[in-house]
T-cell receptor, first 109, second 114 residues
Framework: GQNIDQPTEMTATEGAIVQINCTYQ??????LFWYQQHAGEAPTFLSY??LDGLEEKGRFSSFLSRSKGYSYLLLKELQMKDSASYLC??????????WGAGTKLIIKP | NAGVTQTPKFRVLKTGQSMTLLCAQD?????MYWYRQDPGMGLRLIHY???????AKGEVPDGYNVSRLKKQNFLLGLESAAPSQTSVYFC?????????????FGSGTQLSVL
């Protein structure tokens, strides 16, 4: 079966750095997305990786290793507004988008 | 531009009742999707459409029907609601065509079936 694993919950301190991991086992691979979802709101797009390596976008970076079936989202200089769930999603060989259950990130002052 | 608009935002149904969720987009996107989101689970695709007049089943289509009579609208129907359909429903759209196309989501509908 297809599976995406993320930690259920993480806690970090304001101003610090946090890394949210995502591992996947899917039938083929056509790209990996990260979305942010604040409580009670819709998911919003953060990043897309299809090639190995690091993509940096301001305070957020996303890394992909296709050979390991692994990605992480790195958030720097954490702010209270970064408290949210972070969803990892993979496009498989049939171009279906498979979603992880999300990681709830709690930021403490 | 409103983007993607979902109505209603909240609804409570009794078992066996029917309802329709409306998704409207002004982004001129070809592809539209209906997802449900349940605690501890990833988003699951119910039905989707790749263009006006087309619909296709997703991962969990049973108990739902859809229609895409106009490009900008995608309707999700529940003919006979069941408690298992209690969930948060999201409509989403994108241009389609490329695997890198990000999704734009509506604000969601919280549905409770008693």
């Amino acid at each position: 079966g297809q599976n995406i694993d993320q930690p259920t919950e993480m806690t970090a301190t304001e101003g610090a750095i946090v890394q949210i991991n995502c591992t996947y086992q899917t039938s083929g691979f056509n790209g990996l997305f990260w979305y942010q979802q604040h409580a009670g709101e819709a998911p919003t797009f953060l990043s897309y990786n299809v090639l190995d390596g690091l993509e940096e976008k301001g305070r957020f970076s996303s890394f992909l290793s296709r050979s390991k079936g692994y990605s992480y989202l790195l958030l720097k200089e954490l702010q209270m507004k970064d408290s949210a769930s972070y969803l990892c999603a993979v496009t498989d060989s049939n171009y279906q988008l498979i979603w992880g259950a999300g990681t709830k990130l709690i930021i403490k002052p | 531009n409103a983007g993607v608009t979902q109505t209603p935002k909240f609804r409570v149904l009794k078992t066996g009742q029917s309802m329709t969720l409306l998704c409207a987009q002004d982004m001129n996107h070809e592809y539209m999707y209906w997802y449900r989101q349940d605690p501890g689970m990833g988003l699951r695709l119910i039905h989707y459409s790749v263009g006006e007049g087309t619909t296709a089943k997703g991962e969990v289509p049973d108990g739902y029907n859809v229609s895409r009579l106009k490009k900008q609208n995608f309707l999700l129907g529940l003919e006979s609601a069941a408690p298992s359909q209690t969930s948060v429903y999201f409509c989403a759209t994108n241009k389609g065509q490329a695997t890198s196309e990000k999704l734009f989501f509506g604000s969601g509908t919280q549905l409770s079936v008693l």
